[in-house]
């Protein structure tokens, strides 16, 4: 799929031009044959960096070889790497802060208040909170249980940016192409109960206590239709890669249509699996204070809300892969039933989208606003209640997704 | 394990006569002693769920709770014996003071008391004027509990409209009285002011801005709860927290001393407004709420249609203010000597039965001022709407009961 957009006109030159490919020519290129953005930036502002230290040096003391190695192949990518890494993390983190921003500003309007008001658009409140939480006191309690206490948080944190770096943004904006790629992402959703579990036990807390065990025991049970459901869509796709899945809904149509039980159901699960309301029994605040999160302060309780963020913008990102298409603009799989007239429409009338990513997040942040909705308008649900849903309900619901898309697949089967 | 096969402890007096204690000894009597399934969780009196100070001590067995145990008292400011040493006009403003959430109900008691115990009739004017006071403040009232229920059940937009409709009656308040919360409206004898004196329309005399805005805040009102209960009524997630929980039975009611919405959420078709009128309320013409399912849903029912009622009361009762005209009298001079003598009065307060009880020795101040607050008796049967549920639906439950800690402990 060639993308006619600003962005790729201008990475495109390169080649127009019958200049040297950075990326083809590279004989320590880590990604194969995929081409990857990220570090293609990163390279080139290490080009630019290095190269001006590279080039100060040898002004200095000329024909050292400090400057030689500043700008080898090695060392080039070795801070391409590195340059990647902040890229991908400061992107992930901004699309969290904004859909932070979405969430209060649109549950203020929601409830008939002005919602955030630093900044334009109240969208530096978020920045105003970070630097307030950062300049608090790290208080803590003499009696809890060190070890456990900090490395869980740090885990729970570590583990929620990891997943949010591995959801890729579009073909050229990833991490790892992995054939399982889906299946890392819900082993490290997986690993968040464990961390939770005993950081509410190390805290010498009944309420965080009780909290832990609560979030826990939720977790656990909502993973399971959330991975019966994407094992229905790869069995759609006939792939777990995240790529190959997004390609087939471009190939034929978004994965909502067959799988709309399987959509509702998984938007639930991941509302309950990212401890949003109204399954945020974890953090019930009328009656366990703040559940397992009640001896956090401070920056612990910044980066430990800025996870939950994380992990709810990282669920919309499944959700828009697994059933919205991914990174593909609407209509585009229309092409299949309406000929190539579809795709010259977009080739010619949006070309001027700027990027493949900035559709995905806008899906992203779409879905966001519909989970943003469900928290205004409910109530919180009682723990048995919960599990009685998950394993009752939703459960089920889950299995009898996965039948109607078996039955799609062998009776009107010609599409796939 | 029998009695005589425990350890045993050496006592105070035993210690001071040299007796040892190993820190084994105290580990083994721990854990022959312990219940340990169970485990008691202290909710306040610092705590999201407690509206006040106060405490909730809950021993839970897993998620169930198997005993609670209210404590009360941090509150105590000796108001009864401080009303001992005051002038009975200085108690007025006092008497706000005992619920910031119902100040207008309690000064109505105490003036109330004070004209009992005197014999004299107050103007027909001032008893509508009183009547559409304690219904503002009675929609105040039950729009802050509407409000922390929201809360309390984990939503910040009931919250957040409930308070949003509850201004429209504090600019009220505002505007006949001049503050939000404690009004020191009422007086021994009649009223502070005329409604007529406020807002005065410029071409009118017999025209009161205020009494129009009245109307109109209760056209508004009844509209505006509507949102309010489709939110909370339509959403199955309120609703299952409610429909259930916390069931007392009648008995259970009579036996406590439970008044006010949760006893009437029991089947117990009583009113002090109806049954025992006071002032103009047998002037005015309204319904009683009464249902007998007697859980949670029923209290929150039955608050949400006497909101409702209170509407049409204020309407009755500016209509005939209004009838009345300005020229009608409004307050009574009043000898400042209470004659000796005993004096008990009640009200239908927004929590329940709240009554006053005056022993009066003939001089400037009473001798004894006993006030029967709803709190303090709801709240202690706790244990008996706690035993059972889970934790999750402690906060729900007490938020039935409407905390209000400034009457509870005085």
Known sequence: MAYTSIIDWITGVYSQHGWADPIQANPYYPFGDAYNLPYDLGMKLWNIIGGAIAWLLDLLFPGNDVSTWLVCDMTNNIFALVLFMVLVFAVVFVACLISLWEERKVLGRGMDRRGTMIGMWGFLQCVADGLKTFMKDNVFSKKVDGMTYWWTVALIIGTSVLIDCMVPLSPRWFVVNYDAGLLIIMGLYALAPFFILVSGWSQNNKYSLIGGIRAAEMMISYEVPLLIIIATAALLAGSLNIGDIVMAQTKHFWYVIPMFVGFVTFMICATAESERAPFDLAEAESELVEGWQTEYGGMKWGLVMLADYLRGACSCGIIVLLFFGGWNLPFMEWTYFLGDGIASFHQNFMWWFPAPELTFLLKAWLIFFVMIAIRLGTGRVRTDSILNLGWKVFMPLSILNLVIVLIFKLFIGGVF | ?410
Not at chain 2, 47 to 66: M, R, Y
Request: with cysteine.
């Open chain 2, 1 to 410: 394990m029998t009695d005589e096969k425990k350890t045993q402890i050496p006592d105070a007096q035993a210690i001071a006569e040299g007796a040892e204690v190993t820190k084994e000894m105290v580990q083994e009597y721990t854990s022959q002693n312990m219940d340990m399934d169970k485990m008691w969780i202290t909710m306040g009196p610092q705590h999201p769920f407690s509206h006040g100070l106060w405490t909730l001590k809950i021993q839970a067995d897993g998620e169930i709770v198997t005993d609670a145990d209210p404590i009360v008292g941090y509150l105590h400011r000796g108001w009864e014996k401080e009303a001992e040493n005051r002038t009975y006009p200085k108690i007025i403003p006092m008497a706000d003071r005992l619920c910031y959430a119902s100040s207008m109900m309690y000064t109505h008691l105490y003036c109330m008391t004070c004209e009992k115990a005197l014999g004299i009739e107050i103007p027909e004017k001032t008893k509508y004027i009183r009547v559409m006071a304690d219904e503002i403040n009675r929609l105040q009232s039950h729009l802050m509990w509407l409000a922390a229920v929201g809360t309390d059940l984990g939503n910040f937009t009931a919250f957040l409209w409930a308070s949003r409709e509850r201004e429209f009656w504090m600019d009220m308040n505002v505007r006949l009285c001049g503050a939000r919360m404690t009004t020191n409206y009422p007086r021994i004898g009649g009223v502070r002011n005329d409604v007529f004196d406020i807002d005065l329309d410029m071409n009118d005399e017999e025209k009161s801005r205020f009494m129009r805005d009245i109307v109109r805040c209760c056209d508004h009102f009844d509209k505006a709860l509507w949102d309010i209960i489709a939110l909370i009524d339509n959403n199955s997630t309120f609703i299952s927290r409610m429909v259930g929980t916390g069931i007392i039975t009648r008995e259970q009611c009579a036996n406590l001393g439970i008044t006010g919405p949760a006893m009437r959420g029991t089947g117990v078709d009583f009113d002090v407004r109806r049954d025992d009128p006071y002032d103009g309320y047998d002037l005015v013409d309204f319904d009683v709420p009464v249902l007998s399912a007697g859980d949670s849903y029923a209290r929150y029912m039955i608050r949400v249609e006497e909101m409702f009622q209170a509407t049409r009361i204020i309407r009755q009762c500016v209509d005939k203010i209004r009838s009345l005209g300005r020229s009608a009298p409004y307050r009574l001079k009043v000898p400042s000597r209470i004659p000796a003598g005993k004096t008990y009065c009640r009200i239908e307060d927004c929590r329940g039965e709240a009554a006053m009880y005056l022993v009066s020795d003939g001089t400037d101040r009473p001798y004894r001022l006993k006030v029967r607050s709803a709190i303090f008796v709801n709240v202690s049967s706790s244990r008996d709407l706690l035993m059972g549920c889970r934790i999750a639906d402690v906060p729900v439950i007490m938020a039935m009961i409407d905390m209000c800690l400034g009457e509870t402990d005085r």
